[in-house]
Structure formats: C-alpha cells, structure tokens
C-alpha cells in the first residue's frame, strides 16, 4: 500500500524547530499585549467575496493563488490568503466600534496560497500581524511600525530599516494613475508579458513586479510622491515625524505598492540590511476604505503582517539562536516495587505547577540517570530504594549533581524554591 505523505508545499513542525516557533509566537503575544493589542482569531475559510472584493480581482493572489472551492450548497469559500480581509470582517460582524472607538488586535495562524513552494513560502504558511480599526492619524500608523519593529528587535533581528511611501488616496491616486500608465504605455515593449497584461487592469501591479526587465522600467517611472495631495502629503510627512522621534530609521522609497489593493496613502515594509536583494522581513499599510468595500461605515484602519516562515528562515541564516524560557521538567522514577504506587499521586500534585513525567516501573538509577539526561530533565525525583529515607523523596539537580531528602509533605514548596534557582527567561542571542 503506498504510503500517505504530507502534500507539497506543507510541512510538519517538530522538536527543535517546533521550539523556534513558539518562541516567536511567545515573543509577539508579548510585546503585542505590552502594546495593547489583542488577539483576534479568525475562521481558516470564509467566503471568496471577502478576498476578491478587498485583496482586488486583479492581483496575483486572486487570480491564481486562492484554494477556492464549492461547499455542498455550491457556495463559493476560500481557505484564507492573508489575515486583514478577516479581521475587517470579523470587525463589522461583532460590531467592535460600538465597544470601543480604537479596536487593537493582533493575530498568529496559518494562511493559504497556490504558489511555488521554495525556501521559506509554502502553500500553508503562516503569518501574524496586528490591525488597528478607527483612528485616521498618523499617529497609529507609527505605532504599527514601531510594533513591528519591535517584535523583529525582540527576536534579534538588528540593522532593520523602515521602507515608508504612500499610494494617495482617491483625491490624489487617479491623477498618478493616469500618469503612470502613459508612461508604462510608452515602454511597454519593454515590459514583460504579465506586465503587459497588468497594465490594461491595474497599472499600479506593474510597480510590484519581480520581473528584472520590470524593475528596469520601473525605477525610471514617475513617481507618487510627486502627485500626493496635500492632505497625504501631510499624513505622510507626520508618520516619518512620528518615526524620527522615536528612532526608528526609515527611509522613503517610491515605487513601494505593496501587493494588495485595499491600501491607502501609508506603505511600508522593514528590510535586514544585511541580506541582500530578498531583503524584506514584511510590512503592511493603511487601508481607510476596505470597511467600505466589505459593506460596512467608512472605518479607517492600519496594520502589518510578516510571514514566520520567513522570519525563522532568516534568523537561522544570521545565526540567531532562539532560546525558550528554561521550563522545569521533572522526571519521577520509582527505585522499588512498592513505591511505585506513589508514583502517579505525586506526578498529579507536581503537574499543577511543573512540567513532570514518570512512569510506574522500577528501575535502577543508573538507566534512570541516562533518561532524565535524554529528556532534558531538570530534577530527578526518586522514591524508594536506599536513597531516599521513608516518607521523602530524593531531589537531584542534573546540571550541578546537588541533591537532597525532601519530605513528601513539603514536597512542593522545597521544589519551588530549588526552581527559581534553575529557571531562566527565554532569549535570542547571535551564535
């Protein structure tokens, strides 16, 4: 019988790299709710409208990527490609703005999109990234960029710079459209085929090209910056105010789009300096009428979002080693038949606070020795036998070989003051 293998384009997260993840996870629950924010989640598939009215018909995502398919009513349901779309959504739906003026969420899950599978991006990848609903000033937009920024410098990623531009809005972005195209239009032999194609639907896409005869037209286009009326050119010039003040570098970059339509004025992305062309760590932007096209009140909003494929790809590139705040394990072992029986009351009372684990067979210490080592144990707990005296348990610290009788009754307490001693917090550090 063949045997069944993960499809193409997914994979398994196990033991060490597992542990990786977590510890990214961890650090952006952390520095997300140190900033306000909440978590949000939000179902794995919705309806294919809410992609193609807000990502926009005419991207890459929506013409080719989406796993899309008909559920046995014949609606049309999409496994999600990216998290805004949902979280706008979910906004409306549970109608947020009337709880609070200013909604904060933050969101970790995977995400789904048919594309080449290649080195950090797979089909089911994954992604977090944090929204703000209400506010229109540049303030947030700030923020978002600082709490990207901060969650990067969190996990050890230094030497970031933040690409800011703006894509206007409906007042000023028409004007720029029409210009651009008639210069794309003027160039377009030298344009590459889907360039060709995406210049009679949405000339803006031909800017987000990878394609290098692309980028050769684009970085003689004309730029946005130029056309951006004054009530985005002010916002703007407020984020990088806002940035300057608070440190963070930036430098503006006209061509920046991003890959989705819903944005407005505010674009940005964060580069490693340090990693060449595929520099890029994510990014994000304003999107002040996205509630709008979903149906809803005109709702401004901002936010970011990063592939953690992506992330834990590049701190191994750079040698970032990620460690997991040091979780006490303890290992129960039984020396004699008959302590034995008091294996599993014991494991229950520590498992209340500790991670622990036993079993109730009898073995000698030196194998029980060599398991507690292979299973990164902390302390070694053994009853029965001649080194523990009756009524106790004896304690033994693995990393310094320190040991003691512990009565069973103070079990516990004496644990936990042994803990503080060995615990550590977790933390990123260069190799």
Known sequence: MTRIQAIRG?????????????????????????????????????????????????????????????????????????GTASVVRAFLENHLARERPIAKVYYIGPMFRYERPQKGRFRQFHQFGTEVLGPEDAFYDAETIAVFHSILGSVGLGDLTVRLGSVGDESCRPAYVERLSAYLRGRREDLSEISRERLERNPLRVLDSKEEEDRAVVREAPSILEDLCDSCAKHLDEVRRALDRAGIPHALDAGLVRGL????????????????????LGGGGRYDRLAEDLGGPRTP???????????????????????????????????????????????????????????????????????????????????????????????????????????????????????????????????
């Open 10 to 82: 997914t994979k398994d997260l196990l033991g060490d790299e597992l542990a990786r993840w977590r510890f990214l996870e961890e650090t952006v629950r952390a520095v997300a709710e140190r900033s306000g924010y909440e978590e949000i989640r939000t179902p794995i598939f919705e309806s294919t409208d809410l992609f193609s009215r807000s990502i926009g018909t005419d991207t890459d995502i929506v013409q080719k990527e989406m796993y899309t398919f008909p559920d046995r009513k014949g609606r049309s349901l999409t496994l999600r490609p990216e």
């Open 301 to 431: 909003g901002v936010g970011f979002s990063a592939g953690m494929e992506r992330i834990v790809s590049v701190a191994e590139e750079l040698a970032i080693r990620w460690e997991m705040p040091r979780e006490l394990r303890i290992l129960v072992a039984p020396l004699s038949e008959r302590a034995s029986e008091e294996v599993l009351p014991i494991l229950l009372r520590l498992r209340a606070r500790w991670r622990a684990d036993g079993s109730a067979r009898p073995r000698n210490l030196k194998t029980v020795l060599k398991q507690a080592n292979r299973e990164g144990a902390g302390l070694l707990l053994l009853l029965g036998g001649e080194e523990s005296a009756p009524g106790s348990a004896l304690v033994k610290r693995l990393d310094s070989g320190e040991q003691e009788n512990i009565l069973l009754d103070r079990l516990e307490e004496r644990i936990e003051e042994i803990a503080s001693r060995i615990a550590a917090p977790g933390a990123a550090r260069k190799e």
């Open 261 to 280: 339509d819903y944005y407005t004025r505010t674009v940005f992305e964060i580069h490693h300096d340090r990693l060449g062309a595929q520099s890029a």
